[in-house]
């Protein structure tokens, strides 16, 4: 598992050398560390996995309980609170967004819209975490059913079969529910690259078992197609689900055609180095087509996500690393197979002898559905622990960070996911995790990511990589338990019959521990001085100036607002807001200290943030806003020079375009102005979408048009008017 973590981090922990972005990728950098551990032996234990497993199910189901709710009851409302009082739910959200503004009806439509998004930014999220987990809960609930009373006997033996029988069954319903709870909720989710994910890993489950001569029946494909069909008629009846889904496909698979083709020209021009990590959208606005329908983060397929954030070596390189997976994880369920055949051969022959003492009839159920039998050394408390201390923790995170733990979350979420964790414990004891289920369930994440973003994300592919190292540790470790002698050419294989020798536990050394525990306090240290203390001091700062602006003090807000810059030198956000203070500051007063300290945080913005076509602009509109004001030249010419910085970023935005032309329009460049108008009228014409028409845009003007007529309004009467006006004149 090692092999695999060392050759994934060439490409998570690669920083370009230059253009960087480390205020984005010092967040990605940390989340990839935090899945290091699930890669450490210990968790090779099989307790360990199915207690990880479990976890990882609940959370999941608890996300799905909470989106529930947001669908049932959180969203209706706020839907009829933002048709009553639209200003009032912009406000409380802190959005600016003046009627008719594209940012309007973006939010709009989010509130609008009908799909749960529980506590992601995009429901696409959410259904990628789901994926794993429903995965598991599915092979869990039908392990259960193919071993029998043997998968749950557990402590309970000495009850009888019946008693067992009963454990499996409460066993199988459980992650039956959990099933059902993470199937509706991924029905919710519309993801179209979801549904043939989870497709894909039933079809592979399924082709699994037959392939090992099991006899699957035809009650348990038709009981689970008829639960999907009961749950979908259910969602489409309540307004949730609708033909869309189906018929909206083909435009779907057209946005992400777009998206590609733009990250075949990134990656064209950095094919050895990538652009970095978090900083594909800064890139992706250079290449992107005038008739994309957004700017992505990503370009929803993890292939080309990964070439164009590192470049193509580390592409390969990060394929290999997952071929010695495939193959590592395959071998081992081949070597389980093999077994299995060979105790079911064994326990067909009459002379077969019983059981050692202490050891499992292997015959009794396939080998690859067998409890492993726990060590002494073996103990899941830890991970007990760790999930004890994931509320408390999210609590105090949350209210750092400005994003509290809502007691909704609480209610309809946390507290389902504890009920079914405690429900599930049993499991976790004495239960049935086939290995290869695990490793489908990781195929199927990939095959969802195909044409779905977030694998860059740690919060998004958490799951994945948790299931996908606990996939490789509980194949290597279930082919080491039970058949160790098989992975020794030189010695015979072990005779037929008998239950085949499950190796004991051995400690690690305290050294090996020993460095363990100062690397993580290492990381921990790094941690908080390259990311956290710099991020909550700066936060801390803005907010205080923010207090400081309102009661009138501005002296107060500019030392905040310097100090935030100062605490966190990765982040353009409070020089952003001192440039627009300084800005107020010049046009009140006409100050020349203020003119200069407003060029000197400007200076720093760019350079904090070199790839921002959004600042460039906004920057430029303050310029152009003080020399309509003060009438310097200077400060129409910084405009014009802003405009047209914003423009190498974003070369097919239309609005960019529109303003440059204007700009050039009272600097008396009527050339300029003019190829500029027409340039805008063009990628208009070539953009489909209504909310990003130049109609639906404004500008930053300085005076009224000389020519006759009214005074056009929206961007395009603007662009109309220049066109006309130096038309009419030449």
Known sequence: SWRCLQMDHLWVLHIRARECEYRFYRIHHWGCQARAPCYARPYALPRSIRALAAVLAAVAAGLACYSFYQCGYQMPRDRAAFRRDPEAVLRAAGAVAPPGSPLREQFRNRVESREPIATFALTNSLAGYLLPAFVLSAAGAAALRRAGPAASAGPDASAGPAANLGSATRLAVGWLVVAGVLAGCLL???????????????????????????????????????????LAGLAAAAGFLDIQVLSEARLSLGYRWEYWTSTVALIRDFPLTGCGAGNYQSFYTAYKLPQASEVVADPHNFL???????????????????????????????????????????????????????G????????????????????????????????????????????????????????????????????????????????????????????????????????????????????????????????????PAPPAGPALPVASGKESPRWLWGIISASALLLVVVFHATCYGPVFNSQSRIAAAAVAGE?????????????????????????????TLWHRQWLEGGSTSARESLERAVLEALRRDRRAHSLRRELGDLFFAAYSK?????????????YRDALLLYPAHAPHHAQLAW???AAGEREASLAAAREALRLDGQN?????????QRLTVVSGPTSAGPEPGNAREYVELIVREYSESN
């Open 630 to 642: 003060t009438g310097e030249r200077s400060a129409l010419a910084d405009a014009v020079a802003l």
């Open 304 to 358: 080309f996500e990964l070439a164009a954030l590192a470049g193509l070596p580390a592409l390969v390189l990060w394929l290999a690393s997952w071929v010695l997976w495939l193959r590592a994880t395959r071998r081992a369920v081949t070597t389980l197979a093999a077994a299995t055949v060979g105790a079911a051969t064994a326990a067909n022959t009459p002379s077969a002898p019983p059981a050692a003492s202490g």
């Open 688 to 696: 489909p979408h209504r909310e990003q028409k130049l109609a639906a």
């Open 551 to 579: 009661r009138g003090d501005g002296r107060t807000m500019i030392a905040d607002l310097q100090a935030a810059a100062d605490a966190d030198p990765w982040s353009a956000t409070a020089s952003i807001q001192l440039a």
């Open 663 to 665: 700009a050039l329009r």
């Open 188 to 230: 919710l989710t519309k993801s179209r690259s979801g549904y043939i994910a989870a497709l894909f890993a039933f079809v592979a489950l399924g082709w699994h078992w037959l392939r090992a001569g099991e006899r699957i029946g035809w009650k348990v494909p038709v009981a689970a197609v008829g639960g999907i069909a009961a």
């Open 360 to 491: 499992e009839n292997l015959a009794a159920t396939p080998l690859e559905s067998t409890p492993l039998e726990s060590t002494p050394l073996e103990s899941t408390q830890p991970i007990w622990l760790g999930a004890a201390l994931g509320l408390p923790l999210a609590a105090v995170a949350g209210m750092l960070a400005g994003y509290p733990l809502s007691g909704e979350l609480v209610l309809t979420g946390v507290l389902p996911a504890i009920v079914l964790l405690v429900w599930l414990r049993p499991w976790v004891r004495e239960g049935v995790l086939p290995p290869f289920a695990l490793s489908i369930a990781t195929l199927a994440v990939l095959v969802n990511c195909l044409a779905a973003g977030g694998i860059g994300f740690p919060a998004v592919a958490a799951g994945w990589w948790l299931v996908g190292a606990l996939a490789l540790n509980a194949a290597e470790a279930a082919a080491a338990r039970l058949v160790p002698s098989m992975a020794d050419q030189d010695k």
